[in-house]
């Protein structure tokens, strides 16, 4: 209910058009309207895309792929993109079901599906990474960034301990309006691109490594205490959220 | 020498008028100048305001105020603007004998000095903060996004807890176009304000906090296991990189 | 041995009906009675409903199926509900052999037999999830209450980064006695509940998420460090701790 | 506004002795209205009461004496009981400038003045600590209990290396309706005590203890794990939330 | 009351001169008699020698000099020996002004008075450290054993980086009946000598060290993970728990 | 080369009888002997029974059934008793192959075959456990106790949740010579046990338990922290560990 | 780009033979040429042996085994040795399909095809491992040296529990220029080695071990905590870290 | 006893003029000597030189100033160079007491006297350190490298995030023999160094930086999982260690 709405409510009720009791009850079942479809085990967020710009992103893990499949037919049924990360290929093909143009990509462990108008960014989003072990998730961070309008650069295999391979490319990550750098390991590579631009840098740790990266701890600290500015992080593996991020950015 | 100083000095090869091995020097100089000061200890970064937008910041941490000072000095003297972060009353002591306009921010804990254009950011950064105690962040994030050119408003004391005491003021967090959310202990604020704006939320966590807070590590963990979108994270207690961060995205 | 038996013994040693020697091996062997059946491999807690108001409960973690059963059969030999957690389907199949009578609980990995009396709570114990992958460990607790005595109110899928889900649902939050919040990730819901209400909140951490949620921990220290009053946490993933704690505090 | 309130407005509107317009105004207001005031650093949660049932405490840790007092004024001049917790003697000065009456508990470093009524607690919460050393954070909880309205009985050094010291006490621990169990070092206070009684046992892990106690983490952990039924834990050394919350149990 | 107390009793009652309810009453009495004193901050357990062989020991840490004082003059007051250990000078002086012949060992920071009769132990305690600051340790560990009733020999300096200082005193090693090894960063020392010889070492683990020996864990873990048999831990530090540990071996 | 044989070498030296320099290299090759077989992938140590008073003991854990097998035939070929731990049931069938006469017992995941004397302990282990859970570990240290020549007598199934449980079986605690105290989760018992007796005790921590016991911290840092006196630790699960440390010390 | 090159290039500009425009794309290309083969999913380096000395290594770690075969295809192309680190069998299959040469080593999971001129190391290496469990690590270490070109000595099963094994290869170990030493569990070895030579050593700890061992962190921690002069340390398990960085020592 | 005095023992006694039990006696003797001197709280190791190519370093921490002077005064009565690290002022207070031309290095905490021949190493020792915080480290490194006879070559202040202050010194890196690389925050510096040269490069991390840089442990595990060929790493703040890594390697 908008202000414009409870205006012309209580002009109704002035004019005796409207019953005052039942006016009570309008109002105040509008103050507590659930923006949301309850299907029992989940709530489907049907005013997320007021709020923040996109529909409910269906997070995979740890869902069952009926569940998976029960929220993304309520996402297709009102017509929105879709899009089902760290997503197993059993649940594709559940929803496939429901949605047969639902398009599945191994590489980002992804399902999407682009339905409706999004608006598009306003510049390139550069996705580097720093190996081809990480590629995973840094292509979950292109296919969101791509879903949600964005234009997409990869710029894969630019680790630090080659430097030139990162410098040869200075050009295009000069282009960027905001950067996904993903890396693992030692995770130095957001420090170096940042020091390199003026744009925002989104840095994703990744748990490729062994012994003593803990699974991205290593990488995550190392890109907690980047010493140069522009760089803030997301969680280890989160290519999703830093594709999200970096759209949110690129909208402005 | 870009590429338009290099064209004319090849002219003046093939005009006769410069010497090959001379132009040799001068190419090979100009591929290994140092853009930046040496002072022995220190290499200021002359360049860093072409490459990010923003003079290099001094981070006050571990420096002695006479090195402070001579480092301030090095920047004062180019007539651009200064910012000394974790600095010491001692540092601003000395900070303030070569730069006698500095300004101590004793809740920062922050020298400034404003010199010279910087250019204004688009819109409005909202810094808001859980609790009292999160207030030097807050402020080092505020004073450093003033100086480089931004907007603030400042909201504190909204803490999760008290949730009426956010969504009260959901009308000024929907004016931001970068919102900086810095918060201790359960470190659950960036999730809620994410939940409500559709613009970027830098999170901060703090090391207020006892026991199981262990330093802000139980803050940080939380705001990197955000479940809403649109959330990036910054180091423990790092409010100049929120700033930082802040700023260059709304100068986008 | 009551203080009353023990009167009844002494006025016979008085009176020469009982015998003073026998009567010493009485009361000592009532002094070393051991108030349980020993199988070997565990020792079944007979007295555990007489202290504890329920009987002994079967953590079915690290246990053979057989050795479930076991335990199980002399829990039903006395008529008492029975209840095991962590119970994979083959401790349910030999269960079922000496309990005919039991149920499985999928989703909370639990078998349970509703046998005898058990007092009723007083009130409502509300359980509320955050997402739809910590189902598993609310069910647990749904189930475990639930045997106990207690009615139970489901509310799932209530996260707080869509605030709006968990403000909808005020009224059925004022309406408990108790609330047992479960959350992952973050863990900030038991925050934002308990500050809307004023009874007693069981916060139940769950290993839901990936990177830097470390298996829980990122939710559980969330948990710890809450800034509302009124929060107790239990273990990672333990749901039966979080329902046996609430029905305790319900039947108060 | 209440839903009554609000009937009253609409009946005015419908009458015309209310202008619309206004009305708007009002609910609108209502809707907005800020149940705190706002002294720039903090937020104080005047309603606090209505929600939790008791007003809002002040965590003194990370203010400054000034801020506490000005604080600890505003409450006070509501003519409502005033506790702070984690104050140093200089808050206790600030503090007894605006509130005279107010008393300085050293062992708990809590300040408390006891104004206006508060509901009574059903019964006795007994408070058990493991050792002298911690008898601080047994304090701020018996403190915390005590001006929420709760009868206290104090049961300390009764470790478990020397267990008869507390079975000799299995009386007093009998009569409670709910126990809080304070101990460091391994934490296994918790345990012991919960398989004794049928009621809620908080635990609160002290920092007591050295080498491998990690300022509590041995603690916190034993009693997360606690293999008894009916025992929930709180941050290390948060003696105020476990009386918090057994003063809301003891209340229901 | 032993068992020939309570046949004395029952004698009694039924010869008639006993009533049966006193004797109910005294019964009763003597299952819950404590055996302790209460000083109310502490209660000192006196049946501790006839349970554990020694008196109990004073724990300094975390206790005032006149909660140690008064404890101290309990224990003398019954002329058994006392120890105080992590005891800092102002607590000797408190003790000694109720216990004029206590020493106070600078280097172990221990009190002690040795009065009464200890039995001795049957053979040596070899008590070997690595370097020169693990001496504070090592010494807590030979005042303990000393005056428990154990013949020593200290070891000093012997680390395993230069193994010919241990293997130079092999005679020394292979006279012990029980071995006490102190060392810091990678304790590897334990290792070493368990392997030398058929005796029990106890390891303790000393927090020495700097970087990523973080407080002594580094030595703990190497410890638990000897690559040898016959090696158990103690605490960080704890040189009194390796102490009483080693006596009471050496006194089967 | 003993002393004596040193002596008769130097006397054949000065009778003429030996030559000087085929001494020198007698003598050189006595001090570099290797007391082992080199296997290649393993240097079995022939001395370890002299040095330790038990022969090498076989950790299966990381080596393949075939190097188990082939060091166990070079143990079996001296008629030693053999032990092998953590051995998967393809390394028994492999050392069976030679060594027809070798046991496999299931529970403790170990291999045995008693051949040869083993001097006899002097009193009783007492091995007790907390739970049913924790019995792998505990009958490791059972069957690594009783292969070295030591009386057993196991007491499972006596956590500290029930502390009657283990009360009542107070005097089979009280006949023991050492103690083995095996208990995941909190890992409270070893304190309480200690509490009562006057005998070391060595506590076992186990990897049982879920969420916050991290695989046996909890329970480990909690017997690290015992506040009770005679208590020293093994790694977690390490069975064998404190059955061979339980065993040198009953043999003293 | 060389100098030299340069010097001509600009001769020929001054000559009039060279357009200056096409001077400035090459001298531009040049300094932004890549030294890599860009194959989508990775940049294979080939100029890694000019900067390096060895060509590129591949990390069989995260990468399928097209990915690999496609690099290595790469590599063998150039005719220079070929090193596949952490391969399955999986992947050796599809290598061989592009290089029949390739050799499979089991123990260290490696895949090499020894091609080309590879300068020689100077002295030996000797490598050192604790136990048969680290002979992976250990031979990754041995199979990367030997490709490297160096002479390898493999000592194995020498850990410190037994000193005397180690101390019996003493001449072994002199022989060496550097020495690698690989250990688990308490990573004690290289301390006692590094006491023994004036060669530097390079430690590697492995994951070997279980509880407390943390996968390696406690032999990592020991390791870097060594009293011995002369030891660095590599990751957890990264033998070929170490057979490299052993190599440039030996190639100095 | 070398060998050769072995032979001439061994002759005499054929001669008849050494008495056999007189030179078993030497022998023995021989075998047991001990090559240290005995302080009582330290043993200096005399034959360090010998054994490791430079006398004992004595580390400060955790020693008195009278403990360090002692066992200076032992090393410089040798007339061999002394090296004290961690040195308080005090500690060079006391050594100056004894050895007048001792040096005391602030920034390096540290003092030398150069005394007695040292063999010089074969090329220069760069160190580089990524910020002016790290100074102190790198400060140890040098001073020992140098007194251990090494050519240094400082390069400070070429951090990452400015990469080209690094690349504009690649002709300094290229000289150097060895490389020392310290730094604190995310330690990345190692990689980008590493990637450059092909000599081994020793990775220092420091305890510089606040939050989630740990004291030093993200450095470090940045370091630990460097992708870069040729990276050894020592403990968090060890520049000493560095220092006589480096040395050893440059003297080879």
Do not use: W
Request: proline content about 4%.
């Amino acid at each position: 209910m908008t202000s414009l709405e409870l205006q012309k409510l209580l002009d109704s009720v002035r004019a005796g058009t409207a019953d005052p009791a039942a006016a009570v009850d309008r109002i105040t079942a509008a103050m507590r309207q659930a923006p949301f479809e309850d299907l029992g085990f989940a709530r489907v967020d049907t005013h997320r895309e007021l709020r923040q710009g996109f529909p409910e992103v269906i997070l995979g893990l740890g869902k069952t792929p009926a569940q998976i499949a029960a929220i993304a037919a309520r996402i297709v049924a009102r017509r929105r993109p879709l899009l089902v990360t760290r997503a197993e290929p059993a649940a594709f093909e559940a929803v496939r079901a429901v949605a047969p143009s639902a398009v599945y990509h191994a590489d980002a462990r992804a399902i999407t599906l682009a339905e409706g108008d999004v608006p598009r960014g306003k510049g390139t989003i550069v996705i580097a990474c720093a190996g081809t072990s990480d590629l995973h998730v840094a292509e979950e961070a292109a296919i969101t960034a791509d879903i949600m309008g964005n234009t997409i650069d990869r710029l894969y295999d630019v680790g630090v301990a080659g430097i030139h391979r990162l410098l040869s490319e200075h050009d295009r990550i000069r282009t960027a309006r905001v950067i996904i750098v993903v890396a693992g390991m030692e995770g130095a590579l957001p420090s170096v691109v940042a020091g390199l631009v003026d744009v925002p840098v989104i840095a994703v740790p990744t748990s490729v490594g062994y012994g003593a990266s803990f699974g991205g701890i290593a990488a995550l600290l190392g890109m907690l205490n980047s010493c140069a500015n522009g760089v803030a992080v997301v969680n280890i593996d989160n290519g999703f959220g830093a594709g999200a991020m970096a759209s949110l950015i690129n909208h402005l």
